[in-house]
Structures are given as structure tokens and as C-alpha cells.
């Protein structure tokens, strides 16, 4: 519905471009013929013109990402129904019945007209077909048609209409008038297109008035005839009659000079005005991350999600965190959580599977609630994917410059010195890691330099781990060696990639009405399907709120069950939505991305 709104609002913009530039520039002007087609083309134009854009790609600049702030938007069948007709759908639908008889007033017009036509002597003569009538007052042509009364106009003035009436049929003006009265029956609400039409017909009687003066005799009584027959009305909309049009206009152009011929780049004025409506509505823009370096004492930021885990999550809380940061090239478990009797989270386990030959756990194991812990999968300039976890420790003492508290990260102050490894697995086994010579057993963290990485990882027996390292060696475990390797940093514009946590003076994004009427909103405008069975999932929608406030790179990484189309109703509504407040850091606008969790629960038709 919002794209055929915005259609004919784009179109009725054109129309009125094209109007204001006739009445302003061309209305006084002798070019009739080049008038003419002028006002036809701006009919085709603003009709075709709206379907016609241009891809423009603009890189932007992902300078933060946010934590899990939107919650569960909850939809239910059984709650929540959208009403048979939406207020835009009402209004639409008053627009279509308006529309539908003004095409039957059309029809009946050419019903008339044929009744006539067929119950009336006629003549045909060099391919125009003379209709002698008692059922017109008035003298009109369609297409080849000329119809005429003779018992009630002179001959001698009955000979000067007919000449002009044979102008309007031998040039096909009714096409014109068909096409003004196309848009007269889409766009009836219009002013301007009335008006339009009306310009459009007087230009056709100047048309017709400067070629028929030529072929009559006395050009005094051609004017007075046209004033004779003024005072006779027809009532069918889509003929050409003699008297149409304003009487003193026409005869105010019969005797004007003919316009300078360098008048006519007149016509070009349409020209930068049609260039600027497509460069304003016209290019479509299609968003694409970039990469951002900054200067050796600034962080540049990578693209991606992230959320925290506190104390105080739910099981349902952790489903959706597991449905957000899974997809196809990694996959989120959180699994033995055991909690107090207040339900705080005591002990709990992430893993992060993102198909290399380790995985990326963390496990805490406590009687006292765990501190909040942090998921962030990111996206470097590289488009190499990242994944782990940040302990965010609230217990630790100021003075303990040297504490780590990142798992497979950055540590968080300013000048990071060392990120650290902590447990892996590998389908299920413990994976016993020596890094340079060095066992890493499970209980230590082991901190690397943040200007070396590891180097390749090869896999050894555990009779090879036995000889080599004097160690036991066990079955249900691997064993890799790593050597670590030097990064060749550039002095001149190091860089650090970092996932920074956002900070109580930057502000969120947030819709123009709010976050809570934005949820009811989804939950009203969402078309849940027939289903057979009770369905109760959670998909999770990933987007991108531009600097401007647009959502931009709507994502749906995991959906199930994939056959009910839930993902792409999500989409509508959210591509449908309008723009939001950005965020900002430090007053600035910025591009933040979004992760949106949606709970559905439908119940099946008994």
C-alpha cells in the first residue's frame, strides 16, 4: 500500500511540474503544435518516469554496535489480531470506489456516444465520417467522427465548424482528450490535473482555430460564429466540441502575433526540474559496510553484535541469545546454567562453534552470581568473522593494573597489551593447546601479545604429546602445537580492532514514537498464517540504523520453521517502518546495528 501511495503521490508531483511550467512560460506562446506535445508527454512522463531509478552504493561507516536493548517483541493469535482493514486500507478503498465511477461516467459517455452515432444519418467522405443529427445541439468530432446538427446552425457558419472539427479528427486530438481523461478518473483528487486537462483541450482549440482560419473565407464571421455557438453546451467529456474552450481566449490568440521562433527554448525549462526529482527520489541507495582506520591513539571500529549475559537472564532470555548469534557460519550454545534460590545465574556455559578446529567456550562455575558477561561476534575490514566472549568483572580491584578479563579478546583498558586464550574443545574433546614449547593447561589463562598471533595449528598423537613433552597423554583429548608469529604493524596508522561497550553518554536509536509503541505497532501490523499445528518460535531480525535513521540490511540469520514465511512478514514491516531517531556518541550522528528478537506464538484452527 505505502508503494502505491508514494506512486501516485510522485506522479501527481510530476503533473504539477509540468502544469506550472505551461501556464508560466508556454500558455501565451503561438508554438501550439509543440504545445501540444508537451502536455502529452508530461501525462507519460509522470506516469513511467516514478518505475525508473538508479542504484547509487554508498559505504558507511559502522562506528558502534549495540547491546540487546529492543526486548521480545511478543505476537499471539489468540491476543493480538490485525483488523480486517487498516485505516490506509479504508482509505484506498474510498479511492478505488471514486475511481470506479468516474470509469463508469467514461463508459456511459461512450454509450452515448455510439447511440448516437448509430441511430444517425452519416456520410463518409476522405476517411471522415459526416453524422447529421436532431439528438446534438452542439458540433463535435471523435477521432473520425464529425457529428453536426444543420437544422439548427447556418449553413455558411455549419461550413466553418466543420472545418474546425476536421483539424481535431484529422490530427487524432482525441487522443489527447482520452489520455487527459484517463488521469481525470486516477487522480480525480487533483486539482491541478483538472486543470491540466482543461489546458490541454484549449490547446488543441488554438490548434484547431489557427489551421481552420486559414481555409475560410471571411475570418470576422469565424470569430463570430464561435461566439454564436458558445452559448451551446455538450455534456459528453470525451469529445472535441466547437465550443469548448474559452470563447475571448481563443479569439485573443487568433489575432496575436505569431511568438519569436527563439522563444521556443521555453520548453527546455522542464528539463533541470525532471533532473532534480530523479536525483531526490529517483536513486535508490543500497548501504555497504566500510572499514574505518583511525589514527594510532583511536580505536577503529569493526562491524557486529553483541549482548550481555547477567545474572538475571532467563532460560527464554538465553533462547533468544542462541538464536541471535547462530547462523551459518557459526553457531551459539548455552548450556549447564544453574542458578540460586533467588534464580540468579550461578554457573553457566557458552560455546562458540564457528567451524575452525577449536571452539571458543567459557564456563563459569561459582556459589555467588556470575558477573555479566559479554557475546560479541564481529566482522573486521577483511570481511574475516570473529567470535567470543568479554568477562566484565565487578569485583576486581582498582590497583590490579595487570588483571586480563577478556576470554579470546582485547583486555579492556585503553592500551591493551595481551589477549588472552582460554578453554577450547573440539567435537566434544578437550583440546590441549602448547603454545612455543608451553602446555596450557585448562585452569590458566594464557596471555599472548596483542602484536603476535598464532601461527598454524598442527595436530599431534598422544604418543607424540607423551615423547615429546614427558607428559600422560589421554585418549578423549587432542593435542595441537602452535608457534606465535610477529604482526607487521605499520607505525604510521596503527590500528586496534576493539568491540567497545556502550557508555551512558552515548544515546540509542530509538522509533520517532517510542520503543513501546513501536512493539505494539509490529505486533499489529504482523499477518500471521493458517497453521495446523500450534507454533511458539523466536526469530531474530538484524538491521541497521543509519545516521539518517533508516533501517537499512535487513537480515533473518535463522529461521524455523522456514515454510510459514514469518521471516519475510518481519521484514515487511520493518522495510515499511519509519525512519528512526539515530544514535549518536558524543552528539554526532552514527550507524548503529540492531538485533531484533521476535516471539510468535500461533495457535492452530481446532
Not at 553483541?306 to 541471535?324: A, H
Request: proline content about 3%; aromatic content about 12%.
Amino acid at each position: 500500500m505505502e508503494a502505491v501511495f508514494t506512486y501516485i503521490l510522485k506522479v501527481n508531483a510530476l503533473l504539477i511540474l509540468f502544469y506550472l511550467v505551461y501556464r508560466l512560460a508556454l500558455s501565451k506562446e503561438t508554438f501550439y503544435k509543440q504545445s501540444r506535445w508537451f502536455l502529452l508527454s508530461g501525462l507519460f512522463v509522470s506516469l513511467i518516469l516514478p518505475f525508473v531509478t538508479f542504484t547509487k552504493i554508498e559505504y558507511i561507516e559502522v562506528k558502534q554496535v549495540i547491546e540487546e536493548s529492543l526486548g521480545v517483541v511478543k505476537i499471539s493469535k489468540e491476543v493480538i489480531q490485525e483488523p480486517l482493514l487498516t485505516n490506509q486500507e479504508i482509505v484506498f478503498l474510498i479511492y478505488g470506489i471514486i475511481c470506479f465511477g468516474f470509469l463508469i461516467k467514461t463508459v456511459f459517455d461512450f454509450i452515448k456516444l455510439f447511440k448516437i452515432i448509430n441511430v444517425s444519418n452519416s456520410e463518409k467522405r476522405n476517411k471522415l465520417v459526416y453524422v447529421n443529427t436532431n439528438l446534438v445541439h452542439t458540433p463535435f468530432s471523435f477521432f473520425n467522427y464529425i457529428i453536426f446538427n444543420s437544422d439548427v446552425i447556418h449553413p455558411t457558419e455549419l461550413e466553418n465548424i466543420i472545418k474546425h472539427e476536421e483539424v481535431h479528427s484529422n490530427q487524432k486530438h482525441s487522443l489527447d482528450t482520452l489520455a487527459a481523461q484517463f488521469f481525470i478518473i486516477l487522480f480525480w483528487f487533483n486539482p491541478i490535473v483538472w486543470l491540466y486537462r482543461k489546458s490541454m483541450v484549449q490547446n488543441l482549440e488554438f490548434l484547431a482555430d489557427n489551421l481552420a482560419i486559414q481555409h475560410v473565407s471571411d475570418k470576422v464571421y469565424y470569430q463570430r460564429t464561435m461566439l454564436k455557438v458558445s452559448t451551446q453546451a455538450s455534456n459528453i467529456s470525451i469529445v472535441n466540441t466547437f465550443n469548448q474552450s474559452s470563447i475571448k481566449k481563443r479569439i485573443i490568440m487568433l489575432n496575436s502575433n505569431q511568438s519569436n521562433r527563439k522563444n521556443i527554448w521555453k520548453f527546455g525549462i522542464i528539463l533541470p526540474f525532471v533532473t532534480a526529482f530523479m536525483l531526490l527520489f529517483q536513486i535508490e541507495t543500497i548501504a555497504q559496510e566500510k572499514f574505518v582506520e583511525e589514527d594510532t591513539n583511536k580505536y577503529s571500529f569493526s562491524s557486529g553484535f553483541s549482548s550481555i549475559v547477567n545474572k538475571d537472564k532467563t532460560d527464554k532470555d538465553l533462547e533468544v541469545l542462541e538464536k541471535m548469534f547462530s547462523n551459518e557460519d557459526q553457531t551459539l550454545t548455552i548450556s549447564n546454567v544453574q542458578r540460586n534460590e533467588s534464580n540468579e545465574i550461578i554457573a553457566i556455559k557458552l560455546v562458540f562453534d564457528s567451524g575452525k578446529t577449536y571452539n571458543q567456550v567459557f564456563e563459569r562455575k561459582s556459589t555467588t552470581p556470575i558477573d555479566d558477561i559479554k557475546i560479541f561476534a564481529n566482522t573486521d575490514k577483511n570481511k574475516e568473522k570473529t567470535c567470543g566472549f568479554l568477562e566484565i568483572s565487578t569485583t576486581s580491584e582498582k590497583g590490579n593494573k595487570d588483571e586480563v578479563i577478556e576470554v579470546d579478546g582485547f583486555e579492556t583498558n585503553e592500551n591493551p597489551k595481551y589477549f588472552s586464550i582460554d578453554n577450547m574443545t573440539k567435537n566434544g574433546k578437550e583440546v590441549v593447546l602448547i603454545v612455543n614449547g608451553k602446555i596450557k593447561v585448562p585452569t590458566e589463562k594464557m596471555k599472548i601479545p596483542y602484536d603476535e598471533e598464532l601461527g598454524e595449528m598442527k595436530e599431534i598423537t598422544p604418543a607424540e604429546f607423551e615423547k615429546k613433552y614427558n607428559k600422560n597423554s589421554y585418549d578423549d583429548k587432542y593435542y595441537y602445537e602452535v608457534e606465535t608469529v610477529k604482526i607487521k604493524l605499520n607505525e604510521k596508522n596503527t590500528t586496534l580492532e576493539v568491540q567497545p561497550i556502550i557508555s551512558e553518554s552515548e544515546t540509542q536509536p530509538e522509533p520517532q514514537n517510542g520503543m513501546q509503541e513501536f512493539r505494539k505497532q509490529i505486533a499489529m501490523k504482523f499477518r500471521l498464517p493458517e497453521v495446523e499445528n500450534d507454533v511458539n518460535v523466536t526469530i531474530v531480525a538484524k538491521f541497521l540504523v543509519s545516521k539518517t535513521g533508516q533501517i537499512l540490511n535487513i537480515t533473518i540469520p535463522k529461521e524455523e520453521p522456514k515454510n510459514l514465511g514469518l521471516g519475510e512478514e518481519l521484514k515487511r514491516i520493518l522495510k515499511e517502518s519509519p525512519n528512526w531517531k539515530p544514535g549518536t556518541i558524543n552528539g554526532k550522528p552514527v550507524d548503529v546495528n540492531f538485533a531484533l528478537p521476535v516471539s510468535i506464538k500461533i495457535t492452530a484452527n481446532k
